[in-house]
Nanobody
Framework: QVQLVESGGGLVQAGGSLRLSCTASGRTFSRYTMGWYRQAPGKEREFVAGVTSGGSTYYADSMKGRFTISRDNVKNTVYLQINSLKPDDTAVYYC????????????WGQGTQVTVSS
């Protein structure tokens, strides 16, 4: 069982940056592929980025360039750096943990709200 807790969301002006964090419980964090998703009001949840246990990263095509995912296995934490924020980035951002690349995600955090003002 893995518990995930996101933090770092908030209200930011367009053009600004945020770094979201997701800290996992347990001693097997390094074995998981970690991902970030987001869900905007009235829209479906969409994939943002993922990082494998080996550190390989992958992104949704629409997220390449402004989003950077990274992980720190010592701190049991995965990060999502978002630069040049736009109002369209307003969403609840969720982190997730899964067994391996493209195998889906079994564990989810409660989400952190990001609101970008114009």
């Amino acid at each position: 069982q893995v518990q995930l807790v996101e933090s770092g969301g908030g209200l930011v002006q367009a053009g600004g940056s945020l770094r979201l964090s997701c800290t996992a419980s347990g001693r097997t964090f390094s074995r998981y592929t970690m991902g970030w998703y987001r869900q905007a009001p009235g829209k479906e949840r969409e994939f943002v980025a993922g990082v494998t246990s080996g550190g390989s990263t992958y992104y949704a095509d629409s997220m390449k360039g402004r989003f950077t995912i990274s992980r720190d296995n010592v701190k049991n934490t995965v990060y999502l750096q978002i630069n040049s924020l736009k109002p369209d980035d307003t969403a609840v951002y969720y982190c997730a943990a899964g067994p391996r690349y493209k195998a889906g995600y079994d564990y989810w955090g409660q989400g952190t709200q990001v609101t970008v003002s114009s």
